[in-house]
């Protein structure tokens, strides 16, 4: 495990771009870093490309240009710059170790030595640094044999990393959720119940963040039902339910081979308490996408019963939108268990029809303008839903 196998990420022609550039300044100074050297070594897909060098910022920006490779300072003051070749971004850090920290943000200063810049990162399976040959190197001890027995294990001493960085402590869960096996690391998880209410000081934006992702996980309730028990999940969400219906409606996704979908399962976390829920979607300072959708689904009344007809779920989902209506029905069908399958279904395959009358069509008859047309609408309107979006332009403005 100690040599990784050729990785089209690590042979393709941007890639060897940009490592020649830094070799032609100082041979052997770069190598590959953390998620996809971990990735790769637990056959999970590698997205993002992370290259660890000896060279300053300043050296690399000057390799790259020489090469004819875009730079871009996205994170200079802490060594890293993003670098596209070919129009494929790799992010290129200086191995740095800290010098101060306050728990959100460190300061840093530049090394060259790839032991030191090691103890700082967060999990000794994230410390794993591959050459461009594939040799891979462990300077922390225990990242090849964390790899190789799927375990999330803290560099060095958990308290300290974490100190450095309270949202180690989400990374922790999140990371098992994705990539671990069995139990969580002790060790580990007493430092993050006992360092918890560091969280506090994190921003809203980076929690958010990191739930999603955790929640994105095929199965992630052996890191949630750790968080809970740790009390790491009253910290940051107090107002949460429980995690009953979250482990009913991940066993009915792995049941129906249903796509995770980290919306809904936070969603099941406050399940009918619209108050909650505008509140930790505004606390959390979600996009108004994220926050449309849990609001709505939350305090929605649309009456929703298995069994429903096929013309009564077009009904409803005309009136309140396939998305809602599938994210109320899948979490009812986790919680009663009843046959909501073929309505699920049928509901994401509906198209929603657009209303085949308009008010210049109305106009046009010497409707009046002005709540006239709208009253007028609304009555075509309900005629053509209880047709069940048979009637046509023709039909509904007979009805005039």
């Known amino acids: 495990m100690n040599r990784l196998a050729p990785q089209p990420w690590m042979t393709s022609p941007a890639a060897r771009r940009v490592m020649d550039a830094l070799d032609a300044t ?20 590698v997205a993002d490309i992370d290259i660890a060098t000896q060279l300053t910022p300043d050296r690399v920006e000057q390799a790259m240009h020489k090469a004819g490779v875009a730079v871009h300072p996205t994170g200079v003051e802490h060594g890293t710059l993003t670098v596209v070749a070919d129009r494929q971004p ?20 530049f090394t060259d030595d790839w032991a030191e810049d090691a103890q700082r990162r967060d999990f000794r399976m994230n410390a794993l640094y591959a050459a461009r040959d594939g040799e891979v190197f462990d300077p922390s001890g225990g990242g090849l044999d964390d790899i ?31 990539y671990g096996r069995g139990d969580p690391d002790a060790a580990g998880l007493a430092a993050c119940s006992k360092l918890k209410s ?19 996980a095929r199965d992630p309730l052996a890191a949630m039902q750790a968080m809970h028990a740790s009390s790491v999940f009253s910290q940051i969400f107090p107002q949460a339910r429980g995690l009953d219906l979250l482990t009913s409606l991940v066993a009915l996704e792995l049941g129906q081979n249903i796509a ?16 909650a829920v505008h509140a930790i979607a505004n606390q959390l300072k979600m ?5 449309q959708r849990l609001n709505w689904a939350a305090k929605d009344d649309t009456p929703i019963r298995a ?22 029905v899948l979490l009812q069908w986790a919680g009663d268990g009843a046959a909501w399958a073929q309505i699920y279904a049928d509901a994401g395959e509906w198209e929603r029809p657009v209303m085949p009358v308009s008010g210049d069509d109305l106009l046009e008859r010497n409707v009046t303008e002005g709540p006239a047309i709208g009253e007028a609408l609304r009555r075509l309107e309900s005629a053509w839903i ?11 403005l007979a009805l005039l």
């Open 26 to 45: 100082r041979p052997g100074s770069a190598r590959f870093v953390g998620g996809c050297v971990r990735n790769a070594l637990l056959g999970e897909p």
């Open 307 to 328: 069994g429903m007809s096929a013309q009564d779920m077009r009904r409803s989902v005309y009136e309140i939108g396939a998305g809602v209506f599938r994210d109320r």
């Open 198 to 216: 560091g969280l506090d000081d994190i921003s809203a934006e980076r929690i958010w963040m990191e739930t999603k992702k955790l929640l994105a």
């Open 90 to 109: 790799f992010e290129v850090t200086t191995l740095r170790r800290d010098v101060t920290t306050d728990g959100r943000r460190a300061t840093v200063a």
């Open 260 to 275: 995770p979908d980290p919306m809904v399962r936070f969603l099941s976390l406050f399940w009918k308490d619209a108050r």
């Open 148 to 178: 190789a027995h799927r375990r999330i294990i803290f560099v060095g001493a958990p308290e300290t990393r974490i100190r450095e960085d309270y949202l180690r402590i989400l990374r922790f869960f999140r990371f098992h959720a994705w």
């Open 386 to 396: 209880d047709s069940d979006f048979t009637l046509d332009k023709q039909a509904l």
């Open 287 to 291: 996009s108004n996408e994220e926050r």
